[in-house]
């Protein structure tokens, strides 16, 4: 048995030396051309889990091969890609399998001697996807197909970019084999249940977008567009770049656009429109080198590319597409890609020992020998049976030559595979499945050519600590470009970023050929459209006029506050008139600096109002002979509530919908204009409700105003609120629009906001204060001395003092209808007096018709307005005939009189209604 055990781990030794095929000088894929023709002339007899068994006829042995197999992308659409990085990636991988089929640990320590303990021999060949994940998925199912076909059976899938990786792993780990990416990045792939079997070499999405968020904000860049492929890849990375930047980076404001594979010209079009649209200067693409060049072309049609102020930076999907890259000198993409970037893991840096000894191993390899093994290891047909010309990339300068992204990671990724295969056989284990061999893998840690390698133990992600992040510049190189007429691209290693900082090695060179980050928004235009500095004058001059007339009419009026003409308008209301125009003047003074919308006209209203309305209650009362008393806080009741509801109303506005500023801003929020004013995205339903309060209130006003306007007062205050009143909507009706129609230009808007505060609070001042200051002044002239004051007796005999409340002289309805029963009572006097006059007559002709008779003598009382006649009779002749005659005469006279005084009675009453009349109109005191 131990015989049997010695003689399969020497097996495959033995038939090396049997079969060892003649060595090139400096021919280094020795053991790989051989293990090439033992597998040509002999077809595996089975399997042992994901282990191929083949029995080698020449020594009657069986020798146990681990499979690899690699899906790259070599054709695109019917034409080669030329793409040397995937040439570069199966170099290494034939390296790599060299390393552990031989031992040799010049390289990886770890694997030294690992022949002499291992009995798996590693063997590879290559598939193309043509830029189809369905060819692909065909490649993976044809290969897990091959049980007991006579064919190699894939131990594990070595597959290149999200976009092939993920329909395949599905695949792939249903079907038991593990599949390892160097560079598949897609956060995604971290489903277990979805990719139960899917490892990588090269951190993820989540891990890439850390250095990108660091590098931007290092830069200063607030803004990014990101173009994304419409695939699982590009979302994926879309998805974790964003979730990034919410977590680190919340000031970067991030827009996307995706594009869709193999995009026609019209949705190019559209796509890059979209982009420009957006107005950023730094582009990061998530796309992949199939569509780079006609996305770069659009680009520069559009704007956004090689103007020296845009500048792109793509992720690791487009690998090493213009690594030595020729374009004529001048073309739209020479012009574009300059200055470009690349942000990727990298397989290490130079000073790294593994990556600076696998990189001289890959250059051992440019050798006619070792590059025809290679070329044994390529697909040879594409589109229907197109044969591939692989010298293209052979004869190349930079091939097996530059570091590249994927060769450190692929080459890392076989030496992971075959030191977790080796274990699993040196632990006594005579096969192992794919779980087992992706168990292995996930705890296998060593020191490679990309760096530290450490896996994540639960998904197989390289953990990104472990990894080194390169930016590449690309830039023209100027020492390898012969014809002047062409230019050739290089990558330069600009920043290293690792543990959590970058380190600039070279200085980036931005697409306008500086090492200057350019702003990431394009210049701001501003409209410097300050009011003028001699508007913003009249304005101040408006302002202090209103104030100081404001003040001064305050100050008159605290003063005067005993004096009957300023008591009588209430010293309270004079002061919040005065107030308001100070509040609503002082709008002047941010109106100079930052357009705000400070109203006062409404509390003016209000106290204009309020005095209509104390005016009207007066004469309301007086109509109906009752003499009544209006307090500060009868009329202030309406005042208060139009303030409440005003206050409220502003209250729920700013605590659902509070103002913000509004000056015109840009795509970027960035201010357009220099003088703006604060608006809410609900405000007109706000402004609604005030208007139709203060509105009303003025509206109300004005009716109050109206009403009052006839009514004559000592002061004529009633005229005068009602041209205030009037004047303010006048102006308002004419200034507004202005405004409006003005809006463009700070100027002419300020200067009509200015006039229309300046007459609005003037109209007021001086129609409310300067009638009662004439009046105070006529005053004063008639009584020099102001030592005493007018009563008047009221209709109770009470005296009332002048100093209390407004004195009313007149009223309108009530005064007609007074002044025509007084012309009613005059006329029926006239003609009591014309009666009186008639029976005065009669009474003389009684008097002379009775001297006739006899001797009368009559004595009339002196006392005034009398009629009343005493007489006395001297009777001559018949006593008898002229007493009975005189009886007669007697009674005609009594009678005679009776008539004239009723008429002189009913005068008199009438006489003393008048006189109560015109006491009431104050007549008695004219």
């Known amino acids: 048995m131990l015989f049997g055990m010695a003689l399969q781990f020497l097996a495959p030794s033995v038939l090396y030396l049997l079969l060892k095929p003649s060595v090139a000088v400096g021919q280094t894929l020795n053991y790989q051309k051989y293990l ?19 029995n080698v006829d020449l020594i009657d042995e069986y020798i146990e091969v681990a499979y690899l197999p690699t899906i790259m992308t070599f054709t695109c659409y019917g034409r080669p890609t030329n793409n040397i990085g995937y040439y570069d990636g199966v170099a290494s991988v034939a390296l790599a399998m060299e390393h552990l089929n031989t031992g040799n640990g010049s390289i990886i320590p770890e694997i030294s001697g690992l022949n002499e303990t291992c009995p798996l021999r590693f063997t590879t060949e290559s598939f193309d996807t043509e830029c189809s994940q369905l060819t692909a998925i065909n490649h993976v199912t044809s290969l897990t197909d091959r049980s007991m076909t006579g064919q190699l059976y894939p131990t594990a899938i070595l597959t290149t970019s999200s976009r092939v990786s993920m329909p395949t792993s599905i695949i792939s780990s249903l079907r038991g084999v593990p599949q390892v990416s160097p560079d598949a990045t897609s956060s995604d792939l971290d489903n277990k249940d979805q990719y139960k079997l899917f490892g990588r070499t090269v951190p993820n999405d989540d891990g890439t977008s850390i250095p990108l968020l660091a590098k931007l904000n290092l830069l200063g860049i607030n803004h990014l567009a990101v173009l994304y492929i419409d695939d699982s890849y590009g979302n994926a990375f879309m998805e974790g770049l964003i979730l990034a930047a919410q977590q680190n980076a919340p000031e970067l404001r991030i827009k996307t656009v995706n594009i869709r594979m193999n995009p026609d010209k019209e949705i190019l079009r559209d796509v890059v429109r979209r982009l420009a649209d957006i107005q950023y200067t730094y582009f990061f693409g998530i796309i992949y080198y199939t569509t780079i060049e006609d996305i770069m072309t659009e680009a520069y049609d559009q704007g956004i590319a090689g103007t020296g102020k845009h500048n792109w930076i793509f992720s690791d999907s487009i690998g090493s597409f213009l690594e030595g890259r020729q374009f004529e000198a001048g073309s739209k993409l020479a012009l574009a890609f300059q200055g470009t970037g690349i942000l990727r893991a990298a397989g290490g840096i130079s000073g790294m020992a593994t990556f600076d000894k696998f990189y001289k191993s890959m250059e051992q390899m440019k050798n006619d020998a070792d590059i025809s093994q290679i070329e044994s290891l390529l697909p040879n047909d594409y589109d229907d049976g197109k044969v591939m010309n692989h010298s293209v990339i052979f004869q190349d300068q ?67 600590s472990s990894a080194v992040f390169l930016l590449k510049n690309f830039v023209y190189d100027k020492d390898a470009t012969i014809n002047p007429d ?67 009419f305050g ?59 104390r005016v009207n209650q007066i004469v309301k009362y007086s109509a109906k002979f009752k003499r009544v008393k209006i307090t500060a806080t009868d009329v202030m009741k309406p005042m208060v509530a139009l303030l409440f509801l005003n206050i409220v109303t502003l209250a729920v506005w700013t605590a659902i919908d509070p103002l913000g500023k509004n000056v015109g801003i840009d795509p970027h929020d960035r201010d357009l204009e220099t003088y703006g004013s604060c608006t809410s995205d609900h405000s007109f339903a706000f402004l609604g409700v005030l208007s139709v309060i203060n509105a009303g209130s003025l509206l109300v006003a004005l009716q109050q105003a109206w009403q009052a306007r006839k009514i004559t007062t000592d002061l004529q205050e009633s005229s005068y609120i009602f041209m205030a009143m009037a004047l303010i909507v006048l102006v308002s009706g004419i200034g507004v629009p202005v405004m409006i129609i003005s809006e463009g230009n700070s100027t002419v808007s300020y200067f009509v906001s200015a006039c229309l505060i300046f007459v609005v609070c003037g109209s007021i001042l001086i129609l409310i204060y300067v009638p009662k200051l004439l009046a105070l002044n006529e005053r ?147």
């Open 555 to 613: 100050s008159w009026t605290y003063i005067n506050r005993n004096k009957r003409i300023v008591r009588s308008s209430q010293p309270m209301f004079l002061y919040i008139i005065s107030a308001g125009t100070i509040i609503m003047g002082s709008s002047l003074i941010p109106l100079s600096i930052d357009p705000s919308v400070t109203d006062q006209t409404g509390s003016d209203t209000a106290c204009i109002f309020t005095k209509t309305y």
């Open 36 to 54: 090439s023709r033992i597998l040509d002339d002999n077809a595996p007899n089975s399997t042992a889990g994901n282990i191929n068994i083949v």
């Open 398 to 464: 930079s091939f097996l030559s530059s570091p590249r992204f994927i060769p450190p990671f692929i080459f890392d990724a076989v030496i992971a595979l075959g030191i977790a295969s080796c274990r699993l056989r040196s632990e006594g284990t005579a096969s192992f499945t794919g779980d087992d061999l992706f168990e292995a893998f996930k705890n296998t840690t060593f020191e490679g050519a990309s760096g530290s390698v450490v896996l994540d133990p639960i998904t197989g992600t390289r953990v990104p």
């Open 780 to 926: 004063r002239q008639r009584q020099p001395n102001n030592t005493f004051s007018r009563s008047r007796q009221t209709p109770d005999n009470s005296t009332q003092s002048d100093e209390a409340g407004i004195m009313i002289l007149s009223f309108p309805d009530e005064q007609k209808e007074l002044e025509s029963k007084v012309k009613k009572l005059t006329e029926e006097v006239t003609e009591l007096k014309k009666e009186n006059n008639e029976k005065t007559s009669q009474i003389d002709e009684m008097k002379k018709l009775l001297a006739d008779i006899g001797e009368i003598e009559f004595e009339e009382e002196k006392e005034p307005g009398d009629i009343k006649k005493c007489f006395q009779l001297e009777l001559d002749g018949d006593p008898i005939k002229l007493e009975s005659k005189m009886k007669k005469l007697s009674r005609d006279l009594e009678t005679m009189e009776a008539q004239v005084v009723v008429p002189i009675k009913e005068n008199e009453e009438k006489a003393i209604e008048i006189k109560q009349m015109n006491h009431l109109l104050g007549c008695d005191e004219i």
């Open 486 to 552: 062409t230019v050739q691209f290089k990558s330069v290693d600009s920043d290293v970023f690792a543990l959590g900082e970058w380190d600039s090695h070279v200085s980036y060179t931005y697409n306008d050929g500086t090492s200057n980050a350019p702003p990431d928004l394009p210049p701001l235009v501003t409209d410097d459209s300050y009011p003028s500095t001699a508007t913003k004058a009249i304005g101040m001059v408006f302002f202090a006029i209103i104030f100081v007339l404001s003040i001064g």
